[in-house]
């Protein structure tokens, strides 16, 4: 049963924008640790951005200032905002949600940034 879907990826040129939505169900976006991971091709899944219910958020280094997550738990979604791309953005991005170790996954939306 899939339980989070991401869309909203694309090719984009470098300084470009674009936002990624990563939609589930309702027990889903009870979970209190939502985020966002990415992989670029031979490289190991990494950290984005993570969201708590309540409003705390983290980013990695290599994003802050450029990448902005949210969650909008009554519509069932979560946002991450992308803007001032740069080809090293390059990679497929999946949406996470956390529940005391307990992880659920989606499928995956690739972002390609020329330069």
């Known amino acids: 049963q899939v339980q989070l879907v991401e869309s909203g990826g694309g090719l984009v040129q470098a300084g470009g924008s674009l936002r990624l939505p990563c939609t589930g169900t309702r027990n889903i976006f009870s979970f209190n640790l939502m985020g966002w991971y990415r992989q670029a091709s031979g490289k190991q899944r990494e950290l984005v951005a993570t969201?708590?219910?309540?409003?705390?958020?983290n980013y990695a280094d290599s994003v802050k200032g450029r990448f902005t997550i949210s969650r909008d738990n009554a519509k069932m979604t979560m946002y991450l905002q992308m803007s001032s791309l740069k080809p090293e953005d390059t990679a497929a991005y999946y949406c996470?949600?956390?529940?005391?170790?307990?992880?659920?996954w989606g499928q995956g939306t690739q972002v390609t940034v020329s330069s």
């Open positions: 996470q949600a956390n529940n005391y170790g307990v992880e659920v």
């Open positions: 969201a708590i219910n309540g409003g705390s958020t």
